[in-house]
Each structure stands twice: as C-alpha cells, then as structure tokens.
C-alpha cells in the first residue's frame, strides 16, 4: 500500500508541474530546453534511408511573410527540404539552428528550404518577429489557404524531404539533427 501512494504521490507532483509549465507558458521553453540537449547527443540525427518514394501532391499554395502567394508546383522539379512547425512548438524550435546551419553549408539554390510556419491566420507579425530574433535566413512561409492530406501530419515538427521527380524520399516526425555531413550528402546526392 505504501508504494501506490508514493507512487501517487509521485505522480500527482508530476502532474502539478507539467500543469505550472503549461499554465506560465513555459512548457514550449521546457520542451525546446529538453529537445535541444537530445539533439546534441547524436541519437536524433536525420536518418538517410530512402523511404519508398511516394509521389508528393503540390496541389496548394503559400505565402511569404510579406503575405506574397504562389503555388507550391513552382517547385517541381528540385529538391526540396519541406519542413512543417510553429512558433509555440519548442521541439520545432528545438531543430531550427541546427536546419540553419544546414541551409548554411549547402551550395546556394541547391536544395529549396521551405519552412512551412502553420501558426494560426493573422500570426505572420508574430513568426516574422521569431525569425527576426533568431537571425534565421531560410525562407518561411505560411499556408495560404488548404493543404493537401499528405501535409495534415498529426505531430510537428514534420520535414519531407522531396526529389527532382516530385517523390517524397524522407519523413521524419520530431525534433531531428538534420546538420550532419551524411544527411548533406543525401541531400546534395539527389540534387545530381
């Protein structure tokens, strides 16, 4: 009987944090603390297996942070890294600057980098204020309008990693270490 209730116990003191975190807002910065010490351990690096390519719908527009729409199918026939997040998602931003670092290191208009923001409607001062503060100089775009099935993902972050034929070649789901010399060599191999 004593270990179900120190086990209660322990759990309901576990509960009270996660609660105070969620109820000050500092459980994104919690995660993004948690995510980014993950990161550097090397066990979430992006994994360069080919999955079976799957053909990608580019049926569906973007906007930039200057509000600018265009359709997605502009494109076609790149590689493109896709990568899905949010300002209030801290393992999103947990993976930003080691994407950085990678969109750095790789020769210019090699890879198009889309970082597909999906904060609410109305939020573009608040994401374009966060890539500001970051320093961050990968181009962010919002939905403009719909996204395809394929984009309704049920966790962020997302990133697909797309080949010149239009096939999604790459999915990883969670904060993920994309800046590493194998995943640049993935990337820059379906680039040839």
């Given at each position: 009987m004593k270990i179900v209730r120190e086990a209660f116990i322990t759990l309901l003191g576990a509960v009270a944090i996660i609660?105070?975190?969620?109820?000050?807002?500092?459980?994104?910065?919690f995660a993004y603390i948690?995510?980014?010490?993950?990161?550097?351990?090397?066990?979430?690096?992006?994994s360069t297996a080919t999955k079976k390519p799957v053909s990608f719908?580019?049926?569906?527009?973007?906007?930039d942070l200057n509000e600018t729409k265009f359709a997605f199918d502009q494109f076609k026939g790149k590689v493109i890294f896709l990568n899905l997040w949010a300002t209030w998602c801290g393992p999103c931003k947990a993976e930003m600057p080691g994407i950085q670092a990678l969109y750095n290191?790789?020769?210019p208009d090699s890879v198009v980098f889309v970082m597909l923001s999906l904060d609410k409607e109305g939020l573009q001062p608040k994401v374009k204020?966060?890539?500001?503060d970051k320093k961050f100089t990968?181009?962010?775009?919002?939905?403009?309008?719909?996204?395809?099935?394929q984009l309704n993902v049920p966790s962020i972050p997302t990133t697909f990693i797309i080949n010149k034929e239009g096939k999604i070649v790459s999915q990883e789901v969670g904060t993920t270490n994309f800046n590493t010399t194998k995943f640049k060599?993935?990337?820059?191999d379906l680039t040839k």
């Amino acid at each position: 009987m004593k270990i179900v209730r120190e086990a209660f116990i322990t759990l309901l003191g576990a509960v009270a944090i996660i609660a105070l975190l969620k109820f000050t807002g500092l459980l994104g910065d919690f995660a993004y603390i948690t995510q980014s010490t993950a990161l550097k351990t090397g066990l979430m690096d992006a994994s360069t297996a080919t999955k079976k390519p799957v053909s990608f719908d580019f049926n569906f527009q973007v906007k930039d942070l200057n509000e600018t729409k265009f359709a997605f199918d502009q494109f076609k026939g790149k590689v493109i890294f896709l990568n899905l997040w949010a300002t209030w998602c801290g393992p999103c931003k947990a993976e930003m600057p080691g994407i950085q670092a990678l969109y750095n290191s790789l020769p210019p208009d090699s890879v198009v980098f889309v970082m597909l923001s999906l904060d609410k409607e109305g939020l573009q001062p608040k994401v374009k204020k966060y890539i500001a503060d970051k320093k961050f100089t990968f181009p962010v775009y919002m939905p403009s309008g719909y996204l395809t099935e394929q984009l309704n993902v049920p966790s962020i972050p997302t990133t697909f990693i797309i080949n010149k034929e239009g096939k999604i070649v790459s999915q990883e789901v969670g904060t993920t270490n994309f800046n590493t010399t194998k995943f640049k060599k993935f990337l820059l191999d379906l680039t040839k």
